[in-house]
RNA sequence: GGCGCCAUAGCCAAGUGGUAAGGCAGCGGACUGCAAAUCCGCGAUUCCCCGGUCCGAAUCCGGGUGGCGCCUCCA
């Protein structure tokens, strides 16, 4: 398969540096809010690319780190930490908010289909392997200490900002951080925060009591659980140039060369038009979505109907569209199942399209199109049934359970009475009353079909 | 000021040199007492604009215009 390396600018093929396996590292979620569902659209990503890697035959070590240590609230050298910041307005320790929204993510995601990663480390259980990657960078002459911290000293490595293809003079000129004189550059990054006495998560280290960088505990927890070479790192676009970047200039300082061969980015989700982000507020959950009555995997589909390098514009018309034709699409898959064979030559033509699209760079939206082309433009066959559901191994869109024939769940009294009443007034013909008693029921979110079978009702 | 992305029907969106996938909405028909649901049929002589290369361009090159993102925590 190939993948759009953002390090190249350029598809590559991906060329396992293990034979038959995959490492992969991506930059998971910071527990200390509900995740949106523009962070979900970078994990409904991540877990295409997992399902992906599988269909091509390879076994995959996936890793996602659990950022349950603040990053700061401000920039990079100052600030609150996030975490106790929330851990303070909620009256919680930070132990506490990270455990309580880990595991709100972790059934947002279930609820996604998007697979749990193999290993999910937690940054905060991996504080002695941090200090000793700092010793080791001030040892290979890239850290320097100041008053509160230890800095990465980005002019020691020539190409820092390769990834973004970032000038580090031209940068300087527009950048909003504010100056520390002790910094030997402004780009220059913390490796390790001296701690104030009141911040409460804070350890032990050469330096005295303290906390890890924002990008330390990425270099490390990779290197640990897939080595000093690995095959995918993944992330949101907004990461390329600093998060990233700073990954980069740790762990090859450290290592003494390059630990990804790929690095591969999700673009984000705007909403109506304009950026969406936590800092913004204009945010979305999944729990919100519910509450509209949209189903997780309604929002899944919306967002394998975009490409993961485009932007995609989230808007309620568009949920609206993606959740009929998910509806649909379902159906039409399930009308197939258990007709007979049809032993179409052309089910291997699409078999092939659809997995050619796949392979090339993730082409979702297109594999989508050749799955409704081949359920749609067939005639019934049990054999396309099966077909879709293989497809369904990479779109992760739940396509084998039956869709809900309406009339399944809990009516009432009063509703019962009132659709027999008007099927009453329909066999006396006075269909001005049963009309009239059907938009009565319109109104209180009950809605009839007059199937050959009787009366049928779903809510909507 | 610097870096980068994008621009395809009302909307979402594939397509990166060979003559415009797919979905939603809309329209017409079937079905229905009428609807709903479902099924069948229909939509871009054209891909933001202007030039250029080529037998041939939405796709490549040059120049515009417009939108967005990043350079500050952020998926």
Same mark, same amino acid.
């Given at each position: 398969?190939?993948?759009? $390396?953002?390090? +190249?600018? /350029? @598809?590559?093929e ?23 569902? #523009?962070?979900?659209? +970078? ?13 091509? !035959?390879? +076994?995959?070590t ?9 990053? &700061?609230?401000?920039?990079?050298d100052?600030?609150?930490? @996030? ?7 909620? $009256? ?27 290993? +999910? ?12 990657? =700092?010793?080791? &960078? ?16 980005? /002019?020691k490595?020539?190409?820092? !900002?390769?990834l ?26 913390? &490796? ?24 330390i ?7 640990k ?8 790192? %993944? ?6 140039? =600093? ?9 090859? !300082?450290?290592l003494?060369? *390059? ?8 673009e ?10 936590? *800092?913004?507020?204009?945010?979305? %959950? ?7 009555g ?15 390098r485009?932007?995609?514009n989230? %808007? ?7 959740k ?93 009475? &009132? ?5 009453a ?8 009353? *049963? ?9 209180? #979110? ?15």
């Amino acid at each position: 398969m190939r993948l759009y $390396n953002t390090m +190249t600018r /350029q @598809k590559e093929e991906l060329v396992p540096i293990t034979e038959g396996h995959i490492g992969m590292y991506c930059c998971g979620p910071t527990v200390y809010q509900f995740a949106h569902i #523009g962070n979900m659209r +970078t994990y409904i990503f991540m877990d295409i690319l997992r399902r992906a890697i599988h269909h091509n !035959g390879y +076994t995959l070590t996936h890793v996602m780190n659990i950022t349950d240590v603040g990053h &700061l609230v401000s920039d990079a050298d100052d600030g609150e930490d @996030k975490l106790e910041k929330s851990a303070k307005s909620q $009256n919680k320790t930070p132990w506490e908010i990270a455990e309580y929204y880990t595991g709100v993510f972790m059934r947002d995601i279930a609820e996604l289909n998007v697979a749990r990663p193999e290993l +999910t480390p937690k940054a905060t259980e991996h504080i002695p392997e941090m200090i000793e990657f =700092v010793r080791g &960078l001030i040892a290979n002459g890239y850290g320097y200490e100041t008053s509160d911290g230890i800095y990465f000293d980005v /002019q020691k490595l020539p190409d820092y !900002g390769k990834l973004s293809r970032a000038n580090l003079e031209d940068q300087i000129a527009g950048a909003r951080v504010e100056v520390n004189l002790e910094k030997r550059h402004p780009a220059d990054f913390a &490796l390790w925060k001296k701690a104030p006495p009141e911040h409460i998560m804070q350890w032990e280290s050469p330096w005295g009591m303290g906390f890890p960088g924002w990008h330390i505990e990425c270099s490390v927890m990779s290197r640990k659980y897939l080595g000093d070479k690995f095959d995918i790192h %993944t992330g949101g676009v907004d990461h390329i140039p =600093v998060h990233h970047e700073n990954e980069i200039a740790q762990s090859e !300082g450290y290592l003494g060369h *390059s630990a990804v061969n790929f690095w591969v980015h999700g673009e984000f989700m705007m909403v109506d038009g304009g950026k969406m982000s936590k *800092s913004l507020g204009n945010v979305y %959950t999944v729990e919100e979505l519910k509450a509209r009555g949209y189903s997780p995997l309604h929002f899944r589909y919306l967002c394998l109907n975009a490409h993961y390098r485009n932007k995609l514009n989230f %808007t309620w018309e568009g949920m609206d569209a993606a959740k009929t034709s998910y509806e649909r699409l379902a159906a039409a898959v399930h009308a197939h199942k258990g007709a007979g064979d049809v032993g179409e030559a052309a089910l291997e033509d699409y078999k092939k399209q659809f997995f050619d699209a796949v392979d090339d760079d993730l082409n979702v939206p297109k594999a989508l199109g050749i799955l409704w082309n081949m359920v749609r433009s067939l005639e019934k066959s049990d054999e396309i049934y099966t077909l879709a559901l293989e497809f369904d191994k990479i779109l992760g869109l739940s396509l084998d359970i039956p869709p809900s024939d309406g009339d399944a769940g809990e009516i009432d009294a009063e509703v019962e009475a &009132l659709i027999e009443k008007r099927q009453a007034a329909r066999k006396a013909k006075d269909f001005a009353e *049963s009309d009239r008693i059907r938009d009565e029921l319109k109104a209180m #979110g009950i809605l009839l079909e007059d199937t050959k079978d009787g009366v049928k009702w779903k809510r909507g």
